[in-house]
């Protein structure tokens, strides 16, 4: 929820962008943030804010990285599929590794990136020739 790892404000926080917008689609939505553990009137209302990982995760549909944590790379991943109700990670930072999650039988999902390994110029903006690989 905090704008960036390592810190505690949540003044133009992309993450509270994505939750007011899920929201508005109706989604429950329950947080976890190391650096924002308790709920902030008037900031954090579209979602519930709780202060272990686990339980943001329990009974979700899916969960979504919006921060960039490095605590979160070193989470016990098979204990949040088992509390996951569908094994979903759509990683938007692209900072968890994706062989990991899927050890825990995890299903991950990068935000513009085709391969963690590789990144693809789509066609639309790949010089003449097509796609490429940088």
Not at 22 to 38: I, K, N, Q, S
Not at 76 to 93: I, K, S
Request: proline share 7%.
């Amino acid at each position: 929820m905090t704008f960036k790892a390592g810190t505690d404000d949540l003044r133009d926080s992309p993450a509270l962008a994505v939750a007011k917008l899920l929201r508005a689609e109706r989604a429950e939505l329950t947080a976890y943030d190391p650096g924002c553990p308790h709920a902030v009137p008037g900031m954090t209302d579209a979602v519930t804010v709780v202060d272990e990982p686990l339980l943001a995760a329990k009974g979700a549909d899916a969960l979504v990285v919006l921060t960039e944590w490095p605590q979160f790379r070193t989470l016990d991943w098979a204990a949040v599929a088992a509390a996951l109700t569908r094994r979903v990670v759509v990683d938007t930072r692209n900072l968890l590794d994706p062989d990991v999650l899927r050890r825990a039988g995890i299903s991950w999902v990068g935000v513009g990136a085709a391969d963690r390994r590789e990144s693809v110029i789509p066609a639309a903006s790949a010089p003449a020739g097509g796609p490429q690989r940088r």
